[in-house]
C-alpha cells in the first residue's frame, strides 16, 4: 500500500532512520473520497453529529480504540502499542455559515434551518475537511507501521473549533484524564497564503489570545431637537470608539503586538429620536497573558470615565461584559518546533518549508497545551492554495481568497499527500523519542 524510502538523518547529536512515504494511488483515492464527502456534507459547530460518527467508523477502521460523543460531538481514538511516548493527533470537524461560491463540481450545497426559521448555507470554507481527512490517512499509517514504533497514538476529531469551544468542552469532560496525558500535541492548519506542497511553521506564540466584549453605553434617550435635555450615548459611543483605538497606540509597548477591532455598534432606530442605549461589540488579540488583561482593564477604566464626563448618571453606567469565548494563545513549544521542521525538510525538501509570522487570528487547540503541567505543543501551516493561482497572484498582486471566504478552495491533492506525509513523520519522529 505504501512506497516507502529510507533516510538517514541526524537531530541533537543522535541518529534516526525515518520512512518517507508516499500514498499509493489506490490510498489516495480512498482518502480523496473522504475528503470530497467530508466537502459535500458540512456541519455548523456543536452539530457535528454524522461527521463525528463518519470520523469514528475511519478511525476504528484503521484498528483504533474509538470513544464517541466525548465533550459533545468529539471523537477519540486511541492506538496504544508498548511502551513509550503518548502523542495526541487533533483535527477539527466543524464547517462555517457560508455560502460556497467556487463552482466547482463538488461545493457544498448544505442548508440547514436556524432556530429562527432562516435557511443558512454551511461551507467548509476553513479547511476542516483537509485537517480530517489527513488525520484518517496519518491514523492509517500509523497503524500499518506499528511494527517500527513504540508509545501510544491519541487522535481526536474536535467540535466547535470556530466557537473557541471544542477544545475547552473535551478537556473539561477528562480527555487529559480519561486517557492517556500526551508527552506532545500536534495539529495542523491549512493555510490560505501558501501554495499546496510547502508547509510552514512559527516558533513561540504562532496565533493569538482572542476575547470578545459587549459594550453597553446607556443614556438617556429624547427628541433629537432638544440634545440638551438628554445624554446623548451615541455622541458617547462615538468619543469612545475613537479613545479606545489609543490604547494600542499609546499603552501598551510598540514591542507587544495587539489588536482592538469594533466589528459591530447599534444605537437608536429613527432619524430625530435620540436612544437611550447604544451595543457594540469588539474582539481584542494578544500574545501574552498581561497584554490581554491591559487591554480589558483600559476598556473599562475608558468607557466609565467617559459616561462620568458626559454627566450620565452613576447608576447607568457602562455595562463591559466579557465574553465566555476566550481562546488562549497557541504557543508553539521552540524546541519541539524546530525539531519537526527539520523532520519536514528531510520529507518534503527545504525549500518547500517555509519560516512564517505569527497570525492574530484564533485557534483554541491552544488550550491543550495550557494545562498544567504544560504540555510542548505544535501547531502548524499546511500550504492549500492553488499552485497557479498562487503564482498568478505574486504575478499581479490580486489578492487570494481567504480563509472563511466563499471563494476558498484548497488544491486538495497534494494538499492531502503533503500533510500526510509531515504529520506521519512527525508522530513517528517523536514516538521514536532520540532525546
Known amino acids: 500500500m505504501w512506497r516507502i524510502s529510507l533516510i538517514f538523518i541526524v537531530l541533537s547529536g543522535c541518529p534516526i532512520w525515518l520512512s518517507a512515504i508516499e500514498l499509493t494511488p489506490r490510498e489516495y483515492e480512498r482518502l ?231 466589528g459591530s455598534i447599534h444605537g437608536g432606530h429613527k432619524h430625530n429620536v435620540i436612544p437611550d442605549k447604544v451595543t457594540m461589540q469588539l474582539t481584542l488579540r494578544s500574545y501574552t497573558s498581561a497584554v490581554r488583561l491591559q487591554m480589558i482593564g483600559a476598556i473599562k477604566r475608558i468607557t466609565q470615565n467617559l459616561a462620568l464626563a458626559a454627566g450620565v448618571p452613576a447608576d447607568r453606567m457602562p455595562e463591559v461584559v466579557l465574553k465566555d469565548e476566550y481562546t488562549p494563545v497557541a504557543y508553539n513549544d521552540p524546541d519541539l518546533m524546530y525539531r519537526l521542521a527539520a523532520i519536514f525538510r528531510s520529507q518534503i525538501g527545504a525549500e518547500n518549508v517555509i519560516e512564517s509570522s505569527p497570525v492574530m487570528g484564533g485557534e483554541d487547540f491552544g488550550r491543550y497545551g495550557q494545562v498544567k503541567p504544560k504540555i510542548p505543543s505544535v501547531i502548524y501551516w499546511l500550504g492549500a492554495v492553488d499552485r497557479d493561482l498562487y503564482e498568478k497572484s505574486q504575478s499581479n498582486g490580486e489578492p487570494l481568497p481567504s480563509l472563511h471566504s466563499p471563494l476558498f478552495a484548497p488544491e486538495y491533492g497534494i494538499t492531502i499527500r503533503t500533510g500526510v506525509t509531515v504529520m506521519t513523520a512527525a508522530v513517528l519522529n517523536l514516538l521514536r523519542d532520540i532525546d
Request: net charge negative; proline share 6%; charged share 15%.
Open 32 to 262: 480523496e473520497a473522504l475528503y470530497l464527502h467530508l466537502h459535500q456534507n458540512p456541519e455548523l459547530s456543536l452539530n457535528e453529529k454524522l461527521t463525528a460518527a463518519r470520523m469514528a467508523a475511519e478511525l476504528s477502521g484503521a484498528g483504533f480504540q474509538v470513544t464517541e460523543q466525548f465533550g459533545g460531538t468529539g471523537v477519540v481514538a486511541v492506538l496504544s502499542n508498548g511502551a513509550g511516548p503518548t502523542i495526541l493527533v487533533r483535527a477539527d470537524m466543524d464547517a462555517l455559515p457560508v455560502r460556497e461560491q467556487t463552482g466547482l463540481p463538488y461545493a457544498s450545497s448544505v442548508l440547514v434551518m436556524t432556530s429562527d426559521g432562516r435557511t443558512q448555507p454551511v461551507m467548509h470554507a476553513c479547511g476542516h475537511d483537509v485537517h480530517m481527512t489527513v488525520l484518517v490517512g496519518t491514523a492509517r499509517q500509523l497503524a500499518r507501521s506499528r511494527h517500527q514504533w513504540s508509545g501510544t497514538v491519541i487522535m481526536i476529531a474536535q467540535p466547535a473549533e470556530e466557537l473557541g469551544a471544542g477544545a475547552n468542552a473535551m478537556l473539561k469532560a477528562g480527555l487529559f484524564t480519561k486517557f492517556p496525558r500526551p508527552d506532545f500535541n500536534l495539529a495542523l492548519h491549512v493555510s490560505a497564503s501558501l501554495p499546496a506542497g510547502k508547509v510552514g511553521y512559527v516558533a513561540g506564540p504562532a496565533l493569538a489570545n482572542v476575547d470578545s466584549l459587549d459594550i453597553t453605553i446607556h443614556g438617556i434617550g429624547g427628541h433629537g431637537a432638544y440634545p440638551h435635555s438628554v445624554r446623548d450615548p451615541i455622541v458617547l459611543s462615538a468619543q469612545i470608539v475613537t479613545a479606545l483605538q489609543t490604547i494600542v497606540s499609546r499603552e501598551l509597548s510598540p514591542l507587544d503586538p495587539a489588536v482592538l477591532s469594533l
